[in-house]
């Protein structure tokens, strides 16, 4: 049982390791962008991009989710994950690119009046990109390949970067050449993706092993992790489209720079969770869960509520330093979303433990309590205190969910709170002796 825990805090934090690269890329896509658009375009961005955001969040079914669980517990084979997640991921974004266009012809004179259309129409070309991204990122995920699903993020955030700086400021074509930047990024994650699976993965593509069986044994699991996918992405987002509606498109630009900032805790927890669901869905050892899940959470809450304080004490020099003064409210922004964030990023750690269990009906049950006390405080808060309303009404929102999330896993594994929310002695042991094994490898390579 030792040598699993070190094996898979091992992995974690190697994979913690490269998705670093991560985190200093997408810092750099969001000043890049966040200074050459202003705070207005860089609200209109963001209300753009959530167009096929929502799209394929709402229409992929659950099929990314499922796909984990499947090929991990290996009751789909590599072959028919690829070829039928190809067609299932192609065929959902024609669906989906159909209905955007009828929704900008059908909201464009009120929604969408202040957006040119034709970038919104532009924004539509994404959807393919994105759909095959999440379905072939989660075949990484689900035969443990965590170095290529990690490269694969890397490679469309880089490409994004490069796009970005080549047509915001080589091309000079600002709101469009971002649009761009954002649908070039997905084209090459996915053509590296491709790339990778049949050359070092043996994965082959037919239509031949495209399985009606298997997609249905997906759907029927995939559509409850849907839902509460749905209603996660809808407790993350409507905070923005609020905003969009009540308020201007500047105010929606420097809540997102907030956000987006806020958002790179979850960094860490997304980093184990990606080894940890695949690990607990291919488990059936009770005690094997219970052990990972808990350690992961006490490794997570401590780390995040440090990096917390060192954020809240530097948040005004960063902004200062890379953004205009008027993005300087960000930064009140972001210390409004801490506390929230923060808990957020444990919940992650259970929700992926439960979904894992093959209960995902129970992160959705929780996803439709937030979704409703969202936007409850965010119709309240937003109209009398505007885009500081809509950080107070999230952070609550993710505290409420925390509690709620802790409950149930407490009574799911039968373990105690301060088993998966407090460090304990073994843990920093544990630590200390995977830190001297790095350091002994170091030293041996060098």
């Known amino acids: 049982m030792k040598t699993q825990e070190n094996s898979f805090l091992s992995n974690s934090i190697i994979t913690l390791t490269r998705q670093v690269v991560s985190i200093v890329i997408g810092l750099l896509i969001l000043f890049i962008m966040a200074k050459g658009l202003g705070p207005s375009g860089q609200g209109k961005y963001t209300l753009i991009t959530y167009l096929p ?73 994404a959807l393919p990109g994105m759909f095959l991204m999440i379905f072939l990122q989660t075949i990484f995920q689900g035969i443990q390949d965590f170095k290529a699903f990690n490269s694969a993020l890397v490679v469309q955030q880089f490409t994004t970067l490069f796009f970005l700086v080549l047509f915001l400021f080589l091309v000079d074509i600002h709101l469009l050449g971002a649009i761009l930047s954002f649908i070039l990024g997905y084209v090459c994650a996915v053509l590296y993706m491709i790339y990778y699976l049949i050359k070092y993965s043996r994965a082959s593509f037919s239509f031949k092993n495209f399985s009606s069986e298997h997609m249905k044994e997906m759907l029927i699991y995939g559509i409850k992790a849907h839902v509460s996918n749905i209603m996660t992405f809808l407790n993350y987002r409507l905070d923005v489209l609020l905003l969009g509606y009540f308020l201007t498109n500047s105010a929606v630009g420097v809540y997102t720079v907030a956000v987006n900032l806020g958002e790179r805790l979850s960094i860490f927890s997304q980093s184990f969770s990606q080894v940890l669901l695949p690990r607990i869905a291919s488990s059936d050892i009770e005690e094997d869960r219970n052990k990972i899940t808990s350690m992961l959470s006490r490794f997570i809450l401590v780390l995040v509520i440090a990096v917390s304080i060192l954020i809240i004490l530097f948040s005004d020099f960063v902004i200062h330093l890379f953004l205009d003064q008027e993005y300087m409210k960000s930064s009140l922004l972001l210390k409004l979303l801490l506390p929230g964030l923060t808990v957020l990023t444990v919940e992650k750690i259970l929700s992926n433990d439960l979904a894992g269990r093959g209960m995902p009906e129970l992160n959705m049950y929780v996803s439709f309590v937030n979704v409703v006390l969202n936007v409850v405080l965010n119709l309240i808060f937003i109209p009398a205190i505007g885009v500081t309303g809509a950080a107070i009404s999230s952070s609550i929102t993710y505290f409420v969910s925390f509690i709620i999330k802790s409950f149930i896993y407490k009574s799911v594994t039968k373990q105690k709170f301060s088993d998966f929310l407090l460090i304990k002695k073994e843990d920093i042991a544990l630590l200390l002796k995977i830190y001297r094994r790095f350091r002994y490898r170091s030293v041996v390579n060098k």
């Open 53 to 125: 955001l929502m799209l394929m969040t709402f229409l992929n079914f659950g099929f990314n989710s499922s796909t984990v669980f499947f090929v991990s517990r290996k009751k789909v084979s590599l072959n028919s994950a690829f070829s039928t997640n190809i067609i299932i991921g192609l065929g959902l974004a024609i669906v989906s690119m159909l209905i955007g266009v009828f929704v900008i012809y059908l909201l464009s004179e009120t929604k969408f009046h202040e957006i040119d259309t034709s970038i919104l129409f532009i924004s539509l070309l």
